[in-house]
């Protein structure tokens, strides 16, 4: 085993196809349970890739065409089918499914960036081989959002002069492999005034972080998604405890999961804090943390 793969973390991941037969997939830790599809109640002027509501458990539900969300044909039995039903980013859903196919596990330096020249209008964030067959790892996050786009949360309120100074002196960076996520967050920070630099992954976020070093612009905290391909969260924010000229970086790990379920694991990986998405109140207020937690250790 490379050293590499000996620092990286395992994936499980969720196969399952659509009308066309490849194979997508989804991180198993995003979901909760698969039923078959169950009866749907439609409701009236909703959006068009929503299938209806599933009653589940005495809860409503909101089922997804994931066919027509992301431009495929639809499934040639719309009745049939199952729900892969999702907990992600402080919601929950169902994908209307052809089949799921099976669990994979495997190392996170196994998916690979999505191919160059996808576009902004793939909803993959990731690609993999699975019995030699290609696997395309699901933006789920995009999904939702093409659907359901979030609505501006109130601005946080008046912030103290001090706390103000404290944004405008951080240098921050932000890492999302979902542009969707990685927008949310550019936004908050913008709502308060403050820019960043941003990047797409682990890897394009270590170059630049060695691009700025020993400039102004150096920058001292790391916002960083966790469920990105090739180097994960946790990789990466070892891979900075690992190295002196990053140990002193403020890192949050930013999540689309339960933070409460990966909070050991973020901690253990070197993290300073982690927060699931999204709510930009809690993103300014863990932010208003690290800038002070910065100060305190550069003085």
């Known amino acids: 085993m490379t050293k590499q793969n000996a620092c990286a973390d395992t994936l499980s991941l969720l196969l399952f196809t659509l ?19 169950p009866p749907l109640t439609r409701l009236p002027e909703s959006h068009p890739h929503v299938k209806g509501v599933a009653t589940l458990r005495g809860t409503p539900l909101s089922v997804i065409d994931l066919s027509r969300a992301i431009g495929e044909r639809p499934l040639a039995n719309p009745d049939g089918g199952c729900l892969i039903v999702t907990d992600i980013s402080r919601s929950r859903q169902g994908l209307h499914v052809q089949a799921v196919s099976k669990i994979h596990h495997c190392l996170s330096t196994d998916i690979k960036p999505p191919p160059y020249g996808s576009g902004d209008k793939s909803f993959i964030t990731g690609v993999t081989r699975v019995d030699d067959r290609l696997v395309q790892v699901l933006d789920i996050e995009k999904v939702i959002h093409t659907i359901a786009p979030a609505q501006p949360e109130p601005l946080p309120g008046a912030l103290e002069r001090e706390d103000i100074a404290l944004l405008g002196a951080a240098n921050i960076l932000v890492v999302d492999d979902s542009q969707v996520a990685l927008q949310q967050s550019v936004n908050t920070l913008r709502n308060l ?14 170059n630049l972080l060695l691009e700025l070093q020993g400039t102004g612009q150096e ?16 990789a990466f924010t070892r891979s900075l405890r690992e190295t002196p000229d990053f140990q002193h970086l403020y890192v949050l ?15 253990a990986a070197g993290a300073d804090a982690i927060l699931t998405k999204f709510s930009s109140p809690e993103l300014t207020d863990c932010l208003l943390v690290a800038a002070r937690a910065v100060v305190f250790t550069e003085r």
């Not at 630099?197 to 682990?202: L, N, V, Y």
């Not at 930013?254 to 694991?265: N, P, R, Y």
Request: charged residues 25%; proline residues 2%; glycine residues 8%.
């Open 253 to 267: 790990l930013h999540t689309s999961l339960d933070a409460g379920m990966s909070g050991e694991k973020a901690k």
């Open 19 to 37: 009308r066309s037969g490849k194979l997508m997939a989804i991180n198993l830790l995003k979901v909760s349970e698969i039923i078959p599809c």
């Open 219 to 234: 920058i001292n905290i790391v916002v960083s998604d966790i469920e990105m391909s090739e180097m994960d969260g946790y």
């Open 193 to 206: 005034g403050v820019e960043c630099r941003t990047a797409r992954s682990a890897r394009d976020a270590i």
